[in-house]
């Protein structure tokens, strides 16, 4: 089944311990992608990849990092978190052929930190 | 920089009739994708229906179509035959055609629809 999962689902943590949460895709995509969700504020866009160890700032990546070592796996990593990065974190994938790059997103991570 | 604008906060429906969700959108590109994705309580982003901006015809999906109209740069979605399932938030997105850039989705901020019984 094609799919993008993202580990652990959910978690909480307190200020300045560092954590990882991980994303990976089945299908072989070129593209992946971070946002954060927020109430009244829609999803932006954290930090994306455009394959293998290209990497690029999204709107939001203030407090963030990224590495592409594999195509498959898409780590977000918060080197030391605040509680202003509490919320809903998705990863999503997209091939970059197809007509619309329908892009295919993770289950969520809800993060909380105090 | 493109901007995607739902005013509406939250919507409501009784079952079985027909709700209309609003979406405008700011850019100066040509050509572009829109889409509509639904977001359920179990948070699952859910892609409804899309629509490429170099079609004339408005993309339909069984009970899910779109209202098109690119001069105005306004995107609604329609919901026939409302049903409960159909409850959840809503989001109208944005995404640049071009193959060599970042193929980010830009999010209106969403609408939440409720159905009543």
């Known amino acids: 089944e094609a799919q993008v999962t993202q580990n652990p689902r959910y978690l909480i943590t307190v200020t300045g311990k560092k954590l990882t949460v991980t994303c990976s895709q089945n299908m072989n995509h070129e593209y992946m992608s971070w946002y954060r969700q927020d109430p009244g504020l829609g999803l932006r866009q954290i930090y994306y990849?455009?394959?293998?160890?290209?990497?690029d700032k999204g709107d939001v990546p203030e407090g963030y990092k990224v590495s592409r070592k594999e195509k498959r796996n898409f780590p977000l990593i918060l080197e030391s978190p605040s509680p202003n990065q509490t919320s809903l974190y998705f990863c999503a994938s997209s091939s970059r052929t197809g007509v619309s790059y329908e892009q295919y997103f993770g289950p969520g991570t809800r993060l909380t930190v105090t | 920089a493109q901007t995607v604008t739902q005013s509406q906060p939250e919507m409501s429906v009784q079952e079985a009739e027909t709700v209309t969700l609003s979406c405008t959108y700011d850019t100066s590109e040509s050509d572009y994708y829109l889409f509509w994705y639904k977001q359920p309580p179990s948070r699952q982003m859910i892609l409804v229906i899309r629509q490429e901006a170099y079609k004339q015809q408005n993309a339909t999906e069984n009970r899910f179509s779109v209202n098109f109209q690119k001069a105005a740069k306004s995107f609604s979605l329609k919901i026939s035959d409302s049903q409960l399932g159909d409850a959840a938030m809503y989001f109208c997105a944005y995404r640049s055609p071009y193959t060599g850039a970042n193929s980010k989705l830009t999010f209106g901020k969403g609408i939440t629809l409720s159905v009543r019984p």
């Open positions: 990849s455009m394959n293998v160890e290209v990497t």
